[in-house]
């Protein structure tokens, strides 16, 4: 009579030992890939709420119709203010962020329309909707020294508020493309 050699005990345990192992290593990882896919969604939602304030602002600060004396003399904004203006008096980022970012938005563009005596040709509100649909609060911040020929402007967005400064920066410098008048 032959003897078929078969799997001992200690080996069907090793098996599900290794198994169990890998499995777990599996499961640990789903939690990191939905982590990845929420901050790549709210990343990505920033970057398309980002282009739709930003690019109308380019848009006017980059118009050649504007005159210097008008841009360096209507549209100062002091760069020392920035950030700061989205925290309270104990230094936490405001409840509603929106409301700074859309105040900014607003001087930004009436002082543009002043600049180019009201010939301004680009969406002058602010976004609201397209934020509040995409779930995000914003930060917005405009610098502009009275004699620079350049106007920094930088976008934050974030779902969660208080989290806004942690979030990364869409940035642009425009430089003025006006006519010279001296």
């Known amino acids: 009579?032959?003897?078929?050699?078969?799997?001992?005990?200690?080996?069907?345990?090793?098996?599900?030992?290794?198994?169990?192992?890998?499995?777990?290593?599996?499961?640990?990882?789903f939690s990191l890939g939905f982590r990845e896919n929420r901050?790549?969604?709210?990343?990505v939602g920033g970057a398309a709420i980002a282009d739709t304030v930003l690019s109308p602002m380019i848009m006017a600060a980059s118009a050649t119709n504007l005159k210097w004396t008008a841009f360096r003399d209507k549209f100062y904004f002091?760069?020392?203010?920035?950030?700061?203006?989205?925290?309270?008096?104990?230094?936490?980022?405001?409840?509603?962020?929106?409301?700074?970012?859309?105040?900014?938005?607003?001087?930004?563009?009436?002082?543009?329309s002043a600049a180019s005596s009201g010939t301004l040709d680009v969406k002058t509100a602010f976004p609201k909707s397209?934020?509040?649909?995409?779930?995000?609060?914003c930060g917005l911040v405009v610098m502009h020294?009275?004699?620079?020929?350049?106007?920094?402007?930088?976008?934050?967005?974030?779902?969660?508020?208080?989290?806004?400064?942690?979030?990364?920066?869409?940035?642009?410098e425009v430089h003025f493309q006006g006519d010279p008048d001296q």
Not at 39 to 43: A, F, L, T, V
């Open 39 to 43: 901050q790549s969604r709210e990343d």
């Open 78 to 112: 002091p760069s020392e203010e920035g950030w700061k203006n989205y925290f309270d008096s104990k230094g936490i980022v405001s409840s509603d962020p929106e409301s700074q970012a859309e105040s900014v938005f607003s001087q930004f563009m009436s002082k543009m």
């Open 145 to 172: 020294d009275q004699d620079s020929p350049i106007v920094r402007i930088a976008f934050r967005a974030t779902k969660q508020p208080g989290m806004l400064l942690a979030m990364p920066i869409y940035y642009t």
């Open 1 to 29: 009579m032959t003897m078929k050699r078969g799997f001992t005990l200690m080996e069907v345990n090793l098996a599900i030992l290794i198994m169990a192992g890998g499995i777990l290593a599996m499961v640990s990882l």
């Open 130 to 137: 397209d934020v509040s649909a995409a779930g995000l609060s």
